[in-house]
């Protein structure tokens, strides 16, 4: 079992950098791709990045590619995902989500892939 929680969220304006960060607890986290996702309000949940088991892929929504960066650090059972030049449609709840799997490289993009989440962290950017 692995249990994920979220932190960093706020509220920023545009331009500005926020900093999430994924705290897990559990011993198969090193077995888990992780990803983050993020919902609008009467939006669908959306792919943001992924980090695959050991950091070595990783994967970012065509929206934020070039301004969020994402990264692992298993031995602190950590995951933060860096946004820079934040925008005011980036205004979502963030999850984290890990999915247990075999492969080094695999990241996956369908959240129904993915087997633990977080509770969720509002992030708001204004104008």
């Known amino acids: 079992q692995v249990r994920l929680v979220e932190s960093g969220g706020g509220l920023v304006q545009a331009g500005g950098s926020l900093r999430l960060a994924c705290a897990a607890s559990?011993?198969?986290?090193?077995?888990?791709?992780v990803g983050w996702f993020r919902q609008a309000p009467g939006k669908e949940r959306e792919f943001v990045a992924g980090?695959?088991?050991?950091?070595?892929?990783?994967r970012y929504a065509d929206s934020v590619s070039g301004r969020f960066t994402i990264f692992r650090d298993n031995a602190k059972i950590t995951v933060s995902l860096q946004m820079n030049s934040l925008k005011p449609e980036d205004t979502a709840v963030y999850y984290c989500?890990?999915?247990?799997?075999?492969?080094?490289?695999?990241?996956?993009?369908?959240?129904?892939?993915?087997?633990?989440w977080g509770q969720g962290t509002q992030v708001t950017v204004s104008l």
């Open positions: 980090i695959s088991r050991i950091g070595v892929n990783t």
């Open positions: 989500a890990g999915r247990l799997t075999s492969s080094v490289a695999g990241v996956a993009t369908d959240p129904d892939d993915y087997n633990y």
């Open positions: 559990g011993r198969t986290f090193s077995s888990c791709a």
